[in-house]
């Protein structure tokens, strides 16, 4: 059985910088890619950032480009993504995601939240 725990979530004040993991147990031998995703308060889940676990090439959402580094340590089975230049925006519930179905990995796919492994989020607040 596959787990994913984020942890590293908290305040912080626009600008500031955050670390989130996402330590994953079990057999993740097969996955695809693994992601991060956010939730803002009152809004829909969003992709955030897409590691493909083979060749460690990366995706990321238009408005984290140049802020956001997603990476993988798989001597760790840890995924990551540091935040920087935070800013209010940014303040949303933050999940880890991982797949077996490739047609989830493309950076417009819907990849819904009954496909693949979930973590169970990670606030992130950012004020201003």
């Known amino acids: 059985q596959v787990q994913l725990v984020e942890s590293g979530g908290g305040s912080v004040q626009a600008g500031g910088s955050l670390r989130l993991s996402c330590a994953a147990s079990?057999?993740?031998?097969?996955?695809?890619?693994m992601a991060w995703f956010r939730q803002p308060p009152g809004k829909e889940r969003e992709k955030v950032a897409i590691v493909y676990t083979r060749s460690s090439n990366t995706y990321y959402r238009d408005s984290v480009k140049g802020r956001f580094t997603i990476s993988q340590d798989n001597a760790k089975n840890t995924l990551y993504l540091q935040m920087d230049s935070l800013k209010p925006e940014d303040t949303a519930m933050y999940y880890c995601a991982a797949t077996t179905r490739l047609l989830d990995c493309y950076p417009g796919s819907r990849w819904s939240a009954d496909s693949g492994y979930w973590g169970q989020g990670t606030q992130v607040t950012v004020s201003s």
């Open positions: 079990g057999y993740t031998g097969s996955f695809y890619c």
